[in-house]
């Protein structure tokens, strides 16, 4: 299972930049313009995070920094911090967490969850202590936890669309020097 | 192929973790750059939108056309209840048509009487809404005409009958429409027919909150809000909306434009409001004075000169 060719690896990668711009596309669609009282799931956060705890090698850093900055780019975010927190959960989910093969997809959501609501307590934080405006508590919850609910489907759609995951201990790169 | 994945293995964790330091620290960098000098960034942003959502928007146009066709075919199947609900507002459509037309003619009457002329300098340019914010916390459009049609930042823009936000942010052929319910959004507005001064400030809700009222009591609910020219960024007497009471007893402004569903949106032209800098002088008969824009009256109140010609407009 470890060797996997370079043309396999670099066709994920860019599957990977394609979901990327269908979610950011779909967001961008101006079908409602009202505010609304609940926030949909960020989809690219949930496959960000399922790519890397699961096929780590699919979503190098650099490609998720890439892709996490157009998204605070377009999406109107204050640009850099949630990319910079979603490369810090990317790369601790690739070194540290329990994949799939090691647990079972309970463990693995449980802590996919946690590092959601990590990734969301740290940004209010710091724009808080910024003093940068932000959206209403309610609003940001409905989407942190749509988020963690949307998570298996997630896992379970890419499981579909990539096949099995690569098993962890044969993955060349990245465990030996974290640990 | 074996080896290079033997020597990538021995570099891998150093160069990795160096790689990851330097990259977040310039992400982070960008953040607190951004939270310095916010213009900059935002020049920045702006011309990233306008290099990427140009290009999405042969597949947008189509996509959000679709979406919206299978939203009205869903309502089909409603068709006949809606067809009583529209005949009774046909019904009060009419009597309304009917008090419009008559106060349509008074009204123009009143304008010859007075030999008012309208601005003519408050011209528009119709823009179509490209993409929205993207994010559930934005509440901002992006529409098809940047610089190259001379758009400015901070103009005004209005759907058919209401201000539905101002320009924040141009790139050549894009630019953003912040909406007045971005809680970013703060206008200067006055309530009619009380003329009470209030702020409109967006608060992420459908309904922006009214702000430093002076005088709560002399507002009802659905008064009418409308634009002051102050601190001139916006044309005076745009309709922003109806007063609304929420159920927490604080009082709102719901926005007369539809901002559910917009499409195309007018742009207006503003080249700022004139103020009056000098008191006026001594009107005498002979002496060739220069001729002040304004007559007497506004002379009466220097004070005020500012505010006095902004309500004008």
């Given at each position: ?19 990327a711009?269908?979610?950011?596309f ?8 009202a ?33 996490a ?8 975010r ?11 959960a990317?790369e ?16 693995e959501?449980i802590t996919?969850?946690l ?5 969301f307590?740290?940004y ?6 910024l ?9 940001m919850?409905t ?13 379970v ?18 465990r030996?020097?974290?640990? | ?35 310095i ?5 935002e020049?920045?942003?702006?011309k ?31 068709l006949a ?8 507002e046909?019904r009060q459509m ?21 030999n ?32 190259r ?6 103009w ?8 539905v936000?101002?320009?924040?942010g141009?790139?050549r ?7 007045i319910?971005d ?5 200067p507005a006055?309530?009619?027919?009380s003329?009470q ?9 459908a309904?922006?909150?009214i702000?430093?009222l ?35 007893g ?6 007369s ?23 006026g002088?001594?009107?005498?008969p002979?002496?060739?004075v220069a ?18 010609s902004?309500?004008?407009?």
């Amino acid at each position: 299972m470890e060797p996997i060719s370079p043309g396999r690896i670099w066709s994920r990668r860019a599957i990977y930049v394609c979901v990327a711009l269908v979610i950011l596309f779909t967001q961008l669609l101006p079908l409602d313009t009202a505010p609304r009282g609940w926030a949909a799931p960020d989809m690219l956060l949930c496959v960000t995070l399922a790519w890397s705890i699961r096929w780590p090698r699919y979503v190098p850093m650099l490609l998720v920094a890439g892709v996490a900055l157009i998204a605070d780019l377009l999406l109107q975010r204050p640009p850099g911090l949630m990319a910079l927190l979603v490369v810090i959960a990317s790369e601790y989910l690739k070194n540290h967490a329990t994949g799939p093969n090691q647990a079972g997809l309970t463990v693995e959501w449980i802590t996919v969850s946690l590092v959601m609501g990590a990734i969301f307590l740290a940004y209010r934080l710091v724009l808080g202590i910024l003093g940068i405006g932000q959206a209403q508590v309610s609003l940001m919850l409905t989407q942190i936890v749509g988020t963690m609910l949307v998570y298996p489907l997630v896992a379970v759609l890419s499981r579909l669309a990539l096949g099995a995951p690569a098993p962890i201990g044969g993955d060349p790169d990245g465990r030996g020097g974290r640990a | 192929m074996a080896k290079e994945r033997a020597q990538t293995h021995d570099y891998a964790g150093p160069l990795r973790r160096l790689l990851l330091i330097v990259v977040c620290a310039m992400l982070l960098a960008l953040f607190l750059f951004w939270r310095i000098d916010s213009p900059r960034v935002e020049q920045f942003r702006a011309k990233v939108v306008d290099r990427i959502v140009p290009n999405m928007d042969w597949a947008m146009t189509p996509v959000t056309g679709l979406v919206n066709l299978a939203r009205d075919f869903k309502s089909y199947r409603r068709l006949a209840e809606q067809n009583q609900e529209l005949r009774s507002e046909l019904r009060q459509m009419q009597a309304w048509k009917e008090a419009a037309l008559q106060l349509e003619q008074e009204n123009a009457r009143l304008l010859d009487l007075n030999n008012v002329r309208l601005d003519p300098r408050l011209t528009f340019i119709t823009g179509v809404v490209m993409a929205d914010a993207g994010s559930p916390f934005r509440q901002s459009v992006l529409l098809n005409v940047g610089t190259r049609d001379g758009i400015v930042d901070g103009w005004a823009t209005m759907d058919g009958i209401g201000l539905v936000g101002r320009i924040s942010g141009t790139g050549r052929n894009s630019s953003r429409v912040l909406l007045i319910t971005d809680a970013a959004s703060v206008i200067p507005a006055i309530i009619q027919p009380s003329g009470q001064k209030a702020l409109v400030a967006g608060d992420n809700t459908a309904a922006p909150v009214i702000d430093f009222l002076e005088n709560r009591d002399l507002v009802r609910p659905n008064d009418r809000v409308v634009t002051t020219g102050d601190g001139k960024v916006f044309p005076a007497g745009l309709l922003i909306g109806h007063v609304v009471e929420d159920r927490s007893g604080n009082l709102r402004v719901r926005p007369s434009a539809d901002l559910s569903r917009l499409e195309y949106l007018r742009i207006l032209r503003h080249h700022g409001t004139e103020a009056i800098t000098d008191p006026g002088g001594v009107v005498a008969p002979e002496a060739p004075v220069a001729p002040l824009p304004g007559d007497g009256a506004e002379t009466d109140a220097p004070e005020t000169g500012p505010q006095a010609s902004a309500g004008d407009g």
